[in-house]
């Protein structure tokens, strides 16, 4: 064997510390923005805050706008909970880094849909350290938390209930549609059982829950802070950021690094840089939300104008639309609101699946709309009936999909309308 070394040029990419904060910032609400720059000016003498201005201010014409009750912060999230179980376990530097990276990065099921690669290279840590930290917080509770997948959330749920039979595994893991659709005969000769053992099982893994809820009953019942304003002048639409809910951070330039000690200068220099670069985060915070905010505003435009349906609208349009990763936008949106003539929204909700009709794709909000004035001309129609009415109209939807989305909106099933009748 003859060994020899040799020079290679390669590139990789790198996260700076700065960028680091800015993607640790992202999620965060209003509220959680303002609280977390509060502790790390108490933390650090270089940073300077300047509370949140809360003056009255008219925004449509007649209408004051001023702090309300409905403006209290969300409290006690899954995420809270999570970090407080994370302390009990023994997790080295890197790997609770990237735990705390992946529960900033669940969904509202309580799922974490991006590639553990990403909180990889964000963390600065090998892969078997990121494959560590998400089965730390797999391990967490709720059961199910942290899972990537549907099949995934149930097994984990399935491990935390001790079950050994390799069966409940299989179909979670091979047999979702068919357990949707309660064939059991299909299941059972797949697996080699009987229809009723069959059946026994699906009826378990039914019982079990398909994701964890990323707002608790309490903090949905709290109301939140509009980052978002929306405005409407004639045809037009104004969006911008509600920068009197921001505290606003600076770096404190009273002290004087020249002609301190060699030790206080570094500490000094150490936390003017920490300071500089929390007020370039916040500001990237600011402008990534007003950016994504215009964008989806601007999509939905004949929502805010006319009251129209949404339209189709996935996070990966608005990422292609501002040249970054769709995790980004997910981060940007993730806990925001807007406030649009006096009516809060979620930005989330103002992304919507598309559905194939006749001439175009049509939103998820475009059938609901659909099934409430069909059920308001005929409430006692079922489920398939409602669904052929729309096939009619050149829009293909199954009769589950209405049932889905008539549960959305809080409507009873035929039996329980036409009972009510009676």
């Known amino acids: 064997m003859q060994l020899s070394v ?16 800015a993607l640790f910032l992202l999620p965060k609400n209003a509220w959680e923005l303002n609280e977390y720059v509060r502790e790390q000016a108490l933390e650090n003498p270089m940073l300077e805050v300047r509370e949140p201005q809360w003056q009255e201010r008219e ?66 840590v090998s892969d078997a350290q990121a494959a560590r930290a998400l089965a730390a917080v797999q ?35 091979n047999y979702l549609d068919e357990l949707a659709r309660r064939k059991y005969a299909a299941i059972a000769s797949a697996l080699g059982i009987s229809a009723a053992k069959a059946k026994k099982y699906c009826t378990f893994l039914r019982s079990l829950k398909p994701g964890v809820s990323n707002v608790t009953q309490e903090a949905a019942a709290q109301y939140v802070y509009p980052e978002i304003v929306v405005e409407k002048t004639g045809d037009t639409l104004r969006v911008y950021l509600d920068e009197r809910r921001l505290i606003r951070p600076a770096v404190d330039v009273s002290y004087q690094i020249d002609g301190a000690d060699s030790r206080a200068a570094a500490y000094l220099r150490e936390r003017r840089t920490a300071a500089k670069r929390l ?3 916040v500001d990237l915070w600011k402008t990534m939300l007003r950016r994504t905010a215009e964008k989806i505003v601007l999509a939905q435009s004949g929502y805010f104008l006319n009251g ?20 980004t936008v997910s981060r940007a949106v993730a806990g925001k609101h807007l406030i649009y003539d006096m009516e809060v929204l979620p930005l989330k909700k103002l992304f919507s699946r598309g559905i194939t009709g006749a001439e175009k794709q049509v ?49 009873a099933s035929s039996y329980r309308r036409n009972k009510e009748k009676i």
């Not at 549907?150 to 209930?161: F, I, V, Y």
Request: proline share 4%.
């Open 139 to 173: 391990a967490l509770e709720p059961a199910g938390v942290g899972a990537r997948s549907l099949s995934e959330c149930l097994c984990l749920q399935l491990e935390r209930c001790g079950q050994k039979d390799e069966a409940l595994y299989r179909i979670a893991r």
């Open 6 to 21: 040799e020079t290679k040029q390669v590139q990789s990419q790198a996260v700076s510390q700065q960028m680091q904060q």
């Open 308 to 327: 129209a349906a949404l339209e189709p609208l996935k996070m990966a349009d608005i990422a292609d639309g501002l040249g970054v990763h769709v995790s």
């Open 59 to 124: 925004l449509y014409p007649g209408t004051a706008y001023r702090q309300t009750e409905w403006e209290k912060p969300a409290s006690g999230t899954l995420a809270e909970r999570l970090a407080e179980q994370l302390d009990f376990r023994r997790l080295d530097a890197g790997s609770l880094r990237a735990a705390k990276e992946i529960i900033a990065a669940l969904d509202s099921r309580g799922y974490f849909v991006e590639p553990l690669a990403d909180i990889a290279k964000l963390c600065r």
């Open 279 to 281: 007020v370039q985060s």
């Open 363 to 411: 939103s998820g909000d475009y059938i609901k709309r659909n099934i409430r004035k069909l059920l308001a001309a005929e409430p006692g129609l079922p489920d398939n009936a409602v669904a052929e009415r729309i096939k009619s109209c050149g829009i293909e939807i199954a009769r589950r999909t209405v049932a889905k989305y008539r549960r959305e909106m809080g409507i």
